[in-house]
């Protein structure tokens, strides 16, 4: 059974509530088998014999300080369901989970600031809310493009100044969260990152939403506790993003797992995008994959677009146009009409970030 205390209690205020902590396990009987992680607040217990973990649960929750009680017959991780409630993760005019749903979309890789100007208004026209586009890039061969870096963060800024668009955009590096997310509404960690426990900490430590991919081979329960590792070092505002899984078909670049969509909203309160164009791999497939992500539930998607697919330095064969991806968008949002939903819809530009 563990313990977690808040991660801003001062010094006087943790010493404090760990001697109570103390003086009560020893009245109980209870042992106490560590303290902290090295890295966050927490104090592991083991009930005395006879008394089962939920006992002291509801009495250990009730100290000011105490954070969260993890048990085993209960299980409380700071992401799953909270009785009845879905949170909402807003950024800009972005809203996803709890009835909201927004689009994000843009290129792959930033590419260049033209041609990123007029995507983002074609992005807006079409119901978009946010902006998507890697400066860092994660590429399998590392003579692939790897990005513009800060340039590419400049970039987006800029088209966010011009149309209110909200920026996500992937960190890959520790060293990289504290620039990126002074450019980002929302960082993104990829995929590839997705059991980089160093990066899941440090991003989820500097207050700003995180949007967290499915590992390509991770299971649910993986991919949860990534999840909780960026709740635990102190973000809310999650977003969870179904990819596709690695498979056997070469014809199809990912299998995307659009069960994990109703499966994960049974096992967590945050919300659960999808990201058709990664799951496919074809910008034919998308828009279909995209509709039925939005059948299945999906707060959010996540859609690579580029002014002209051909000339795209990633990812080409995935990335709609942006007509293809203003039908795409109607479509899917006569499916959400059907089932109740709706976009969230697109505010004016404003100048602060
Ligand atoms: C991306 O969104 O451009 C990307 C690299 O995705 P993933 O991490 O899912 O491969
Ligand atoms: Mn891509």
Redesign the pocket.
């Given at each position: 059974m563990i313990v977690l205390l808040h991660n801003d209690l001062d010094e006087a205020t943790r010493k404090e509530l760990l001697e109570k902590l103390q003086s009560w396990a020893i009245q109980r009987g209870v042992s106490i088998c560590g303290f902290g992680t090295g890295w966050g607040d927490s104090v592991e217990l083991l009930p005395a014999d006879g008394a089962t973990e939920c006992d002291y649960a509801i009495e250990i929750r009730s100290f000011a300080g105490v954070r969260a009680v993890l048990t085993q017959d209960e299980p409380t991780y700071l992401v799953a369901p909270r009785s009845g409630s879905r949170t909402q993760v807003r950024f800009r005019s972005a809203a996803f989970g709890n009835n909201a749903v927004s689009a994000i979309a843009g290129p792959?890789?930033v590419e260049n600031l033209d041609d990123l100007l007029a995507l983002g208004a074609d992005l807006v026209a079409a119901g978009a809310t946010a902006l998507?586009g890697?400066a860092y890039?994660?590429r399998t061969s590392p003579y692939a493009f790897q990005g513009l870096g800060k340039l590419g963060l400049e970039m987006l800024a800029t088209v966010r100044e011009q149309t209110g668009l909200a920026v996500v955009t992937?960190v890959m590096d520790t060293r990289d969260v504290e620039l990126v997310s002074r450019y980002a509404d929302a960082l993104?960690?990829?995929?590839?990152?997705?059991m980089n426990y160093s990066l899941l900490r440090e991003a989820g430590a500097v207050g700003v939403p995180v949007l967290l991919?499915?590992g390509?081979s991770a299971t649910l329960g993986e991919f949860l506790l990534a999840a909780e590792y960026l709740a635990h070092a102190g973000c809310e505002d999650i977003l969870l993003?179904e990819?596709?899984l690695r498979h056997f078909d070469p014809d199809v670049r990912?299998l995307l797992d659009l069960s994990a969509v109703p499966a994960l909203k049974e096992r967590t309160h945050l919300p659960v995008l999808v990201?058709p164009?990664?799951g496919t791999g074809a910008s034919s497939l998308v828009p279909s994959m995209m509709a039925a992500a939005a059948a299945a539930g999906a707060d959010g998607f996540?859609v690579?677009v580029h002014p002209c697919p051909s000339r795209s330095v990633?990812?080409a064969g995935q990335a709609l146009t942006p007509t293809e991806f203003a039908t795409a968008m109607d479509t899917t949002r006569a499916v959400l009409d059907a089932c109740g939903r709706k976009f969230n819809a697109a505010q004016a530009p404003t100048t602060s970030n």
């Open positions: 792959c890789s998507r890697g890039k994660p992937e993104q960690i990829g995929s590839r990152n997705m991919k499915r390509m993003c990819r596709g990912n990201d164009s990664h996540l690579e990633s990812d």
